[in-house]
C-alpha cells in the first residue's frame, strides 16, 4: 500500500508546528554564501534520529537534467505502488516546493511541523560547534525534507543533489542508487576547472556496493564513472540511449534522455517496469521550468537553461514547439554565468528578445544568498554581438515576460523564458 497517498501516517492528528512559519525561518538562515562540509548536517541528523535512513534513496547528480530525472523516477516510484518522496531545488517561490510526496507539493502544515523539530535540534547542534559555524539554509532545508519523509512513512525517496556531490549537504543518505545525468562545466569555484573535476566531485556520493546509472556523458567521463565505480564494488547500468516514450521525446530531446536515467534508476528498486506505465509517466508528469509550454495566447515555452549545455538543448527542441512561428525571448541569467554561451545558442532561433534582471531579494530567500544578476544591459549587448537586432530591455521581469508575450501574441508567435530558474515564477 502506497502509505503516503492517504496522507501522513502518524502525524494526521498532532502535525504539531505550533505556528512555526517554516518559510520566513528558512529565508532567515545562512545571509552569507556558501559554506560546505558535512559534520554540520551529520551532526543535525544525529540529533533527530537519524530520518535519511529510515527510507530508501536514490541520489541523483550532475549538471543538467537533475531536477527532471528526480521528478520522473519519483513518478515512476509512486506509479509502481511505493510510497515515495522526491527533494528538488531550486524552487520558484517557497521552499517547500522542494519536499514533494507522491507527486505533490508537501502541506504547509507539515512543512512547518518538519521544520519546526529541525530548527529546535538546531538550537542543540550550534552550541557544540565553532566560533560563527552556523548550520546552513540548505542544511536545515534538507533535514526538513528527510524529517518530511521519515515522518509520512515514505519507502523510497529520490534525493536532487544541491552543490556538486562530495561536499554537498545531501551526501548523508545510505543511497542505494545513484544517478549521473550529465556534466559540464559549472561553478569552477568550487568543483574544478575541467569536466573531469568537477565529475569527480560528483561522483564521490556513489556509496559502495550500490548501482551507478549513467546518463549520456563523454567516454571520458564514462571511464572514470566505471572506475569509480569499481573502487567502490558498485554496479553500472548505462541509459545513454533516449526512452522511446513519444510523449517526452516530441516536446524535447533532451527530455527522452532523462526519462531513460530516470527509468534505469527507478528499476533498481522496482524490478522491470511496463512500457505502458513508463508511457503514463511520461505523458502525465508536470516538469516544471524543462520545456513547460503553457497553451495560452500566445503559448509560451519556460525552460531554466541555465548554462550553455542547457541553451544548446533548448535550441535544439525549441523549433518542434515553435512549428515555425517566431518566437519571442526573455532572458535573464545570473552573476557568474556563462551568458554569452547561453545566448549564442539561442539567438538565431529568436525574432526578438527582451532581457531583464532578478531582483536581489528574490534571491537573498531562495538558497543564493549574495547571488545577483548580470546587468540587462550587459546582456542585451551579448545579444547584439550575437546576431540580434530587436532587443529591448525592461528592469523587472514580470514586466518582461509580459512584454515578451505581448510581442509574441502580435506575431502569431510563441513566448520563451530561459535563462534562470529564478526569472520563471515571474512568468506564472
Known sequence: MNAARGGFPGTATHPRSDGFDAEAWLRGLEPVGWSFGLERIARLLDQLGSPQRRFASIHVVGTNGKSSVTMLTAALLDRAALATGAYLSPHRERWSERVQISGTEISVEHFSAAASRVAEAITTVERDLGDGDVVTQFEAATATAFVAFATAGVEVAVIEAGLGGRLDATNVIPSRVTA???????????????????????????????????????????ALARRTAADRDARVVSAAEPATSPALANRAPYLAGNLAVAVAAAEQITGPLDPGLVDAVASETRLAGRMEVSEDDPPTVSDAAHNPDGARALAEALPAIAHGRPVVGCIAVLAGKDAEGIIAPLAPLLDALVVTEVPPGRLEGSGRAGAGSIPAAELASLARAAGLDEIEILAHPRFAIARARELARQRGGVALAAGSHYLLGYGS
Open 180 to 222: 549521473l545525468t550529465s556534466i559540464g562545466i559549472e561553478h569552477t569555484e568550487y568543483l574544478g576547472e575541467t569536466a573531469i573535476e568537477i565529475a569527480e566531485e560528483k561522483l564521490a556520493v556513489l556509496q559502495e556496493g550500490s548501482v551507478m546509472v549513467l546518463g549520456r556523458v563523454d567516454p571520458e567521463i564514462r
